[in-house]
C-alpha cells in the first residue's frame, strides 16, 4: 500500500488543517446534557435515590388533573394482594404525592407502611407512618396508622415507643378491636398480664374472635396461672385453625373446579403468630400473616 502524494510531511507526520472557528458556545444549549427538567439541588436528593430522576420527570411532565390517585391507590391494593411489596410502595408513594385529598394521601401513607412491614423494612415503615399521622392524627385512619407504627417500631427494637402508640389508637378508636389485641400483644410481651387480658377480652366482645386471638388469649391465662381456662381456650382455638384450614382447602378447589366435601362453616383466616393488625384494602383492616 502506498501513501497519497502530499499526505506526508517532511517529518512522516499527517499534514491536515484543523477548523480554526470560534468553536460552540458554553453551554451549546443544542445539546446540553443538562436540560432544565433535570436542574435539581443536589443539597435537597437523597444520593441513594434511585427514583429522583423519574420523579423530576414526572413533576415536570405528569400534571396533578391527569392523574387519578384513587385509580392508582387501587392499583397499589393490586400489588399487595399478589405479594409484589416493591410495587406497591411506588404506587403508594405516587398516590400520595398526587392525591390531593388529605384523606386519600393519608390512606395512602399507611397503605405504603404496611408494603414496607411485609419487606420487613422497619425503618421506611414507621416513616410512611408517621407521614399518615402528620396529615391527620384524629382522622379514621390514624388509628391504623398508630397501632402499624407500633409494630414497626417493636421490630426495630423501639419497644417503649411500641406501647404508647399501642395505647394511643384505642385512645383515637375505642371500637378498635385490632387496637385493643395489638395493645394486649404488646403488654404481655412486656409481662403485664392482666392488663393485656382485659385488652384481648374487650378485641373479642367487639367481634375480633380466631384462632390468633384466642391462642394469645391462652398464653396470658397460662401466665396468669388460669390452667384450667388456658386450657379450654387453647382447644377451641385449634377447633377455629382446623375449620378455618379446612375451609381454605374448598375454596381452593372451587376455585380448581373440583367438587367440595361436607365441613364445618367459614372462619377468618389465621396466621401462626399474634402480630398487629393492618389496613389492607380501603375498608377493613387485616393482619400480618
Known sequence: MTDR???????????????????????????DLDPPELDVDPSKVDPVDSRVVADTLDSQQIASDDVNATELLDVGLSYMQINRYEQ?????????????????????WVNKGVAHAELEEWDEA????????????????AATAETNLAYALWEFGETAQALEHAERAVEIDE???????????????????EEALQCIDNAIRLGLRNAKILEEKAEILEDLGEYDEAEEIAEEANELRERAEQQMMEDR?????????????????????????????????????
Do not use: C, K
Not at 385529598?101 to 395512602?108: T, Y
Not at 414507621?126 to 385512619?141: M, P, T
Open 5 to 31: 502524494e502530499g499526505d506526508e510531511t517532511g517529518d512522516g507526520s499527517r499534514d491536515h488543517r484543523f477548523s480554526e472557528g470560534e468553536g460552540f458556545s458554553d453551554p451549546y444549549d443544542e445539546f
Open 88 to 108: 406497591a410502595t411506588d404506587a403508594f408513594e405516587r398516590t400520595a404525592q398526587y392525591a390531593e385529598d388529605e384523606r386519600l394521601e393519608q390512606e395512602a
Open 126 to 141: 414507621i416513616g410512611a407512618h408517621r407521614e399518615a399521622l402528620n396529615i391527620d392524627a384524629e382522622s379514621e385512619h
Open 175 to 193: 371500637r378498635f378491636a385490632e387496637g385493643w389485641f395489638n395493645r394486649a400483644f404488646f403488654l404481655s410481651e412486656r409481662g403485664l398480664s
Open 253 to 289: 378447589r372451587e376455585m380448581e373446579g373440583q367438587p367440595t366435601g361436607a365441613g364445618g362453616g367459614a372462619t377468618d383466616p389465621t396466621g401462626d403468630v399474634a402480630d398487629p393488625g393492618r389496613e389492607a384494602d380501603r375498608d377493613s383492616e387485616w393482619e400480618l400473616e
